[in-house]
């Protein structure tokens, strides 16, 4: 059945089959959600015995939960797989590629480019999810049929789920915003108090936006749940990777040692280097972003960072500064 060809199909619709590829936190989580909406969802890691592109056959929908490093690996699987031809694709990784500078719908979409592709994101800490917690996200995809789809699919009493036209803004929220949390985190490892917290989360997302309106993305998207909303949760949740490790550096640890003490990906490591390169071609301001990334370097304490940040020049409050 081509879920596309129907667009007024009534929204209680149920797919036929979902795979999700990638067994981690955010995997089994978005499984355990489809799971509850009665899917027939099957999960497939590196781990596997049967090979992706078998599993992939009769898929109606295929979710990618893999971190950015197995992105290209997955896709360039599922290029030569034998995918359903109205099969669509949805992207739930947030990271950045350091050898293209790509984000993850970038990759899906030049090596699978026939197919709808939709990107999910928000304030989406997988242990609420797992724990039944209410939670809101956002599906954004150029093809709002397939968007509509997606969030039908997803949608629960636990879980909201709004469409958005604009992926590649949903998409740099979420990736963007676990740079930041490092920063939070060690700002609460250091204990430098609510306004300093309230100052960095508000002066990042100006930075957030201007890489992601360099991107093409609308300034507005980053006020929503992908932006603003995720942006909060994580630099408000020890539950978030990101925001642990900038904690445990806070505390004294080495990056080295802050990585091995958190359980899982914390993209914004990596995300930190790449987001760095794209910046400084292009020329963005992004003095918060720049100083986590200086700190993971070890190219300056985190004091320094503190004093750098508070140190700079004065200007006004704008969305339009350049470096
Ligand atoms: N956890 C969360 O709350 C959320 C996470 N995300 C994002 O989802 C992504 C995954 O996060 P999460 O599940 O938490 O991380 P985990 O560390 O728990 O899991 C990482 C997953 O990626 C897979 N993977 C890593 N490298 C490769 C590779 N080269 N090829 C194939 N698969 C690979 C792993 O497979 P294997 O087990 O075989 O190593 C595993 O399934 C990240 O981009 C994260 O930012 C987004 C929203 C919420
Ligand atoms: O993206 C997330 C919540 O929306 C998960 O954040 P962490 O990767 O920092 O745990």
Request: net charge neutral.
């Amino acid at each position: 059945m081509n879920l596309l060809s129907n667009p007024d199909r009534p929204s209680e619709y149920v797919p036929q089959n979902i795979t999700v590829i990638g067994a981690g936190a955010w995997g089994s989580a978005i499984a355990f959600l489809l799971n509850q909406n009665h899917h027939q969802v099957q999960i497939w890691s590196r781990q596997s015995e049967v090979p992706l592109s078998a599993m992939v056959a009769d898929s109606d929908v295929i979710i990618s939960a893999v971190s950015i490093k197995g992105v290209r690996a997955i896709a360039t699987q599922l290029q030569t797989a034998n995918l359903r031809p109205d099969v669509i694709l949805v992207s739930a990784t947030k990271g950045l590629e350091p050898a293209t500078l790509a984000t993850p719908s970038q990759i899906w979409r030049s090596l699978l480019p026939v197919y709808p592709l939709v990107v999910l994101s928000g304030p989406n800490l997988s242990k609420e999810i797992m724990a039944g917690q209410p939670t809101a996200t956002v599906v954004a995809s150029e093809h709002p049929h397939a968007a509509q789809l997606v969030q039908n699919i997803f949608a629960s009493r636990n879980f909201r789920v709004y469409t958005n036209p604009d992926p590649i803004g949903v998409e740099l929220g979420g990736t963007l915003k676990n740079v930041i949390a490092i920063a939070v985190g060690a700002c609460d490892g250091l204990n430098l108090g609510t306004n300093a917290k309230s100052a960095l989360i508000t002066r990042s997302l100006i930075e957030i936006i201007r890489v992601g309106v360099f991107f093409g993305a609308q300034p507005e998207t980053f006020w929503g749940l992908s932006g603003l909303g995720d942006l909060l949760a994580t630099c408000n949740s020890s539950l978030s990777r990101n925001y642990q490790v900038g904690y445990a550096i806070a505390q004294g640890k080495s990056l080295e040692a802050a990585i091995a003490s958190t359980v899982g990906t914390a993209e914004g490591v990596n995300t930190a280097h790449v987001l760095m390169e794209i910046c400084d071609r292009a020329q963005i301001s992004v003095p918060v972003s720049r100083y986590v990334h200086r700190l993971l370097r070890g190219e300056i304490t985190l004091q320094q960072a503190v004093e750098g940040l508070m140190d700079r020049d004065l200007k006004a409050e704008s969305l339009q500064e350049h470096s």
